[in-house]
């Protein structure tokens, strides 16, 4: 099994930064990319930025060129810098992690996710 583990979380002002951290851990599988997605109350979960397998990065509309994703030197490990926060990215914010498992001829892509860190941005 793979275990996700979220951090960096907590109240920041408007127009500030905060960073997330995920690790993951576990053994029999292979990292394929890495991703952060966010929810916020009595909404559906949202996309906010990929980082793939071949180091292509994909961001959400309402976070581009405010955040960036980035992989730690730790091969499992993936960043999240978030700049110039507004109140509407106050959400709980998902790190989920894709993975291969390998059987006797295929492999199998399944995707993981952390418990989640709260960020909450106010004044």
């Known amino acids: 099994q793979v275990q996700l583990v979220e951090s960096g979380g907590g109240l920041v002002q408007p127009g500030g930064s905060l960073k997330l951290s995920c690790a993951a851990s576990?053994?029999?599988?292979?990292?394929?990319?890495l991703g952060w997605y966010r929810q916020a109350p009595g909404k559906e979960r949202e996309l906010v930025a990929t980082?793939?397998?071949?180091?292509?990065?994909h961001y959400a509309d309402f976070v581009k060129g405010r955040f960036t994703i980035s992989r730690a030197d730790a091969r499992n490990t993936v960043n999240l810098r978030m700049d110039s926060l507004k109140p509407e990215d106050t959400a709980v914010y998902y790190c989920?992690?894709?993975?291969?498992?390998?059987?006797?001829?295929?492999?199998?892509?399944?995707?993981?996710w952390g418990q989640g860190t709260q960020v909450t941005v106010s004044s």
């Open positions: 576990g053994s029999g599988f292979t990292m394929n990319a």
């Open positions: 980082y793939g397998s071949d180091a292509s990065t």
């Open positions: 989920k992690a894709e993975v291969f498992f390998f059987g006797e001829a295929m492999a199998t892509l399944v995707d993981y």
